[in-house]
Every structure is written in C-alpha cells, then in structure tokens.
C-alpha cells in the first residue's frame, strides 16, 4: 500500500509541477538581488567571462575574475570599476589544481567568502580525433571539468556552512548533443552537464536548499575560440546576448539555461527520432566551422 500511495504522491507532483512551470511562462518571477554578493568568474578575460562581469558589475556585485591571460582580464576588471564595481584580479590557470587551491585561498584572505561561482573558463581544438593531440586532449578535461571540480571544493565549504550561494556552471548545447571535430570538447561538456545534474541532487540530498545551481548552455558564441561557425538552424550568438540570457537565469534561479531558449525543444525531439532522421536533421542544419581535419584546416 505503501509504493501505490508514493507513486499517487509522484503523480500529484508531476501534475502541480507542470502547471507551475505553466504558470511562470505568464507571470514574472521574482528576481533576487546579488548587490554586495561575491561573484567569482573564471575565465573573465574574454567572451562571455567578460560579459558576464560587466553584467554583474552593473548590479553592484564585488568581483573576483580570474583568467590565464594577464592582460584580458585586466581589461575586463577596468571597465567593471567603471561601472562602480570593487574588483579583486588573479592570474589563474584553472588546468592547474594547486594554481587553483592557492589562488581560492589568497581570495578568502583578501576578499572573503565568494558566494557566488561562475565556473565559466574554457578550451575547444577543433580537429578530427587523429588529428587532436594528445595534450590537447587533456587540457580539454583538465579546463573543461576537473577545474570545475578544484574551484567548487574549494569554495563550497563557505557556501555550505552558510547555506548560500549559487554555482553557476558554463557547459554547451554540445553538452546535450554532439557535433563532429569536437569529440574532447563534447565529451567534456557532456560531463559538465553531469556535474551540475550530480551536484544539484547532492546538495538537495544534503539540506542545502539554499545553495542554487545552473547550467548554461549556448550554442555556437562569437568568442573567436571556433573560428567562422555557421549553421541554418539557429543564429551564431554574441556574449552579451549570452550573459544576459545567463544572468537573469541566475537571478529567476533557473537550472538549465539554454540560449536560445527554443534549443530545449530541438534536443527533445532528437531523443525520440530514429537515426535517420537526426541523421536528415544533422545535414539540415549544416553546421560549418574551422577544423582541423587531416593535418590540414578546413571549413566543415
């Protein structure tokens, strides 16, 4: 008797859930403020690292960005303390997990407690496996996930004794579905996904309600990283549609935010066709960007 009222239970919630989510496509949600809020954004020093501070610095956050590159992300830091944000700038390399450790630890001590992450850095080599080396290979991971994985044991601890906080994960539409030429990539964001379903479950599990998460998932941006992508289907983005799209998910709460919205349908309706058609859909929507592809670069 026991099963047959848990699953009447499940069903009353699938339906009420339903109609919630019906309900919020009509009514504004409410949107949290992040003022005063420490935001930590990896990757800062370019694309929608960049986008995503200048956004946050609008809303009178105080920021920690972090890059590889010295000079992009001082560029970035500039314009945020134009905007009237308190920026605190470390040259990180987020494939490196004591560079990682060091740098969480320099922040607490100087900033204090980061209540909000935005695992944003990124690497994409677009080539056919053979022609992916294996360095490039580990990078992809090593950037792509298990940075994600240093920087959020790092900080959650602050987070959890607190209860608050919000971790933001900077995955792709590639994490949801595959495109040739971008195996490690995709395979890296297929995991990024996994880490922030993973870790939404956990901190449920945990009590930790007040700790929220999102996925950001894209499709092609215009950040320079794949040079000249095209595709019939959907438009190449610009990283201040993006960080806007990201940043009201933050604010509203959301769990997976894809850009554009109307992707989710898309992905759907591929888990229900037969191979020939996303095979015929795949060719439809012919998906163009540089590769390298037997040793030499071609546009595929």
């Not at 949600?29 to 992040?34: P, T």
């Not at 929608?48 to 001082?74: C, P, Q």
């Not at 495109?179 to 922030?196: D, E, M, Q, R, T």
């Not at 009590?207 to 092609?220: A, M, R, Y």
């Amino acid at each position: 008797m026991n099963i047959i009222f848990d699953f009447l239970l499940l069903l009353l919630t699938i339906i009420y859930s339903y109609l919630e989510a019906l309900v919020k496509i009509f009514i504004p949600q409410r949107r949290k403020s992040v003022a005063g809020e420490t935001i930590l954004i990896t990757g800062a020093g370019h694309g929608i690292g960049r986008s995503t501070a200048y956004e946050f610095a609008k809303r009178k956050s105080r920021l920690v960005l972090w890059d590889i590159n010295k000079h992009g992300v001082e560029e970035t830091a500039a314009e945020c303390r134009k905007l009237g944000a308190t920026v605190h700038v470390s040259v990180v390399d987020c494939s490196n997990r004591e560079d990682i450790y060091n740098s969480v630890k320099q922040v607490k001590k100087e900033v204090g407690d980061v209540t909000i992450l935005v695992n944003n850095a990124g690497v994409v080599y677009p080539a056919d496996l053979l022609s992916t080396k294996d360095e490039e290979i580990t990078k992809t991971f090593e950037v792509n996930i298990l940075g994600h994985f240093w920087i959020t044991k790092a900080l959650l601890p602050s987070m959890m004794k607190r209860n608050h906080g919000h971790i933001v994960t900077v995955a792709s539409v590639c994490g949801h579905g595959v495109i040739p030429y971008l195996i490690p990539y995709c395979s890296s964001k297929f995991a990024a996904v996994g880490f922030h379903r993973a870790l939404t479950l956990e901190l449920e599990a945990l009590g930790k309600t007040g700790i929220q998460t999102s996925c950001l998932c894209p499709v092609f941006v215009n950040t320079g990283f794949t040079k000249n992508p095209s595709t019939r289907l959907w438009p190449v983005l610009e990283t201040d549609a993006v960080a806007r799209s990201l940043i009201d998910g933050i604010l509203t709460n959301k769990k997976m935010i894809f850009v554009p919205s109307y992707i989710n349908l898309h992905l759907i309706l591929g888990r229900f066709l037969p191979d020939g058609a996303l095979a015929a859909i795949n060719r439809l929507q012919n998906i163009q960007f540089e590769a390298v592809i037997g040793h030499k670069t071609k546009k595929k």
